[in-house]
């Protein structure tokens, strides 16, 4: 590449989409690209000229280390949705204007599914218009339900999180030997995928019972069957741990945390319900119906930040997508996004290759139907043959006075 | 010693009750001690003769390791309280019962406040019956609240993942460029002493702004000047990130989670009451003042169980006063609590004393106030040198098919 290159985060955090930026930066620096520039809170720094400088931050012994152990995006991140380009030429004007500047050969752009929109909505208007530059989408998302590629990245590290978390938490729940158990109900991110939720089979181990049901959006919640299933599990047990998916709905479409706000539901950039209070509102009517004690714990940003508790697979695995992405810009690429494709799982090997990221924008894909159990709240072995290689592995935080250090921008 | 010894766990676990197990059953089996019991589901199990052995577990190459790592209480915990003696003498005649009949000569009980207690009763009832048997504490809780001791094993791993999980939320919530901040509300546990929230004021580093301010229940918590606070913080920062502990209280001695659940708040055996929701009342509080986007997160009993991020010296200080609570024992000391007294902070120093049980048994340690700032949500560098060093290691778990391996009892 004779130009200089942009990275840009976008969308909720992970634990490792620093990963991917250095990724981009050590496979630019390799190619001999001039300057890497990283913006300063996604497309709409970008459009403000927010830019800076990589090489101050990386270009020593420690910072790339640094930066793939430091949670949440380091170059900081937004929700901005571009504008459909009819009306609003002068928005993707500017962002060519900007990359001309400083002579920005290709955009690289770490995010989900709105994100990789971004990547589609620059990279058509750069053919509509025969601009030459180029833009490449890097997948990242916790939630883990973009299309085409096996995985994301992103979601192995909220998995593992999950996992650790849940097998200390049972651990915890089920140390009072009273006749009657606390249910403990678990409440995991995903607006419409149960990626997440479905990870809370992972806490089960020759050494964890595990938890006793799963509930996901991907089936619709019914209250009664819920509780009937709480109350027999009651009856058997000494401890009860439910996980349930932020995003599970009743047949009449409603989400659960819906008629715990009353519907006062708060609404993003992109029109997403911001969720919140499934667990405490299944809890208090748990509680109320059957007079047991109960706690709901939510992993809130937790899940998506606790970087100490990264996968190596998915620090990885981050990496990777954001170096073959250099690679593939420096092929001649645009409009496309880095996919992750598994060879196999023992010993589990995963490639990448490139995708026309139209195939991919706007998609949600969600938890297959062979992997949840019959009765529903539950992951079958499917799951966890693809699910357990992407937790595996751990890179151990650089701890300074007792807590893990992270890299800051300026 | 002659005859065997019983150990026994008590009250909330926390991420290193079973290091405490473990440094009993190490130095037992140094002094030649033949059988070394361990309660299960603590006094109340012990009354029903269950009592597991923990050559068991123990006896072998990677036992007490993988104890160290275990997190909750290995022996299962109870929250039982001994009733008075006079009208149940039975109740005291058959621990004296088992006891002889397992040749059991020295009872360790590990445990807080109420755990503390028990041994009281126990050693007293000996005393007034001539009995030869000794009852020994062995100090645990993560709500460091305990007296005469420097602080408790438990707090400095509970802190640690506060600071930690903060660290990564602090950074979560500051990833966008936005004007308007979300406000996000910690909650952390804490039922009249605020330890471990004032843990939060761990987060702050070179790498890390922090958090915006401490709410603690050694100062009464004020509505108005809250709000105040929030939205002076709302104008000046891009992120705000405040932490509560679970046991604030209004001028007219009601806690704030009562508010939340509108004074139905649950009780337990001791006649606590179970506190939970204070960070979602005030997040939904602000949120309606305000207007802005809020975020509640309670770190519930993740805080205690998340052994998987244990202090290194907590882990060593919990095995020591296991350890030194046996030599204690041997040396015929009876009625007694293990101390940690700590000698220095640079470096940091700490040894080990006994201590009469009547001084601490049911005696609640409160943060002191010149450690809390002037304004009352925050904590100055008294704290902070007391601290740190509580926190400071880590000892890697074993890590097995993706998260932390576990002991489990048969």
Redesign the interface.
Known sequence: MKGNIVVGQSGG?TAVINSSVAGVYVAAKQLGVKKVYGM??GI??FLADNLCDLDEYLDNETGVELLKR????FL????FKMPKIEGNEEVYEKVFEIMEKHDIECLFYAGGNDSMDTVKMLSDYAAAHNKPQRFMGVPKTIDNDLPITDHCPGYGSAA?YI???L???I???????VEKPTI?IAEIMGRNAGWLAAAAA??K?V??EGVDAVYLPERTFDMDAFMAKVKDLAERKSSVVIAVSEGIKLSDGRYVCELASEGDV?VDAFGHK?M??TA?YLAQAVAAETGL?T????F???Q??????A?LTDINEAFQVGHDAVIAAEEGKTGMMITLDRNGNDPYQCGTSVYDIHAIANVERTVPDEWITEDGCGLNEGYEKYA?PL????L?PL??????????RK
């Open positions: 955090p300063v809170h709409q720094g430091t949670p949440s995006a900081g991140s937004c929700r593992k996992a650790t978390s097998k200390e938490v651990r915890d729940n089920s140390s009072f030997g403990l992972l806490a181990d050494d964890c708060a911001q919140s209070g405490a004690k706690r709901a714990i939510e809130s940003t937790l998506r930040a606790a970087t100490h508790l996968s357990r937790i595996m592995g751990e151990q701890f300074v006075n007792g807590t893990p250090r992270h890299l800051v």
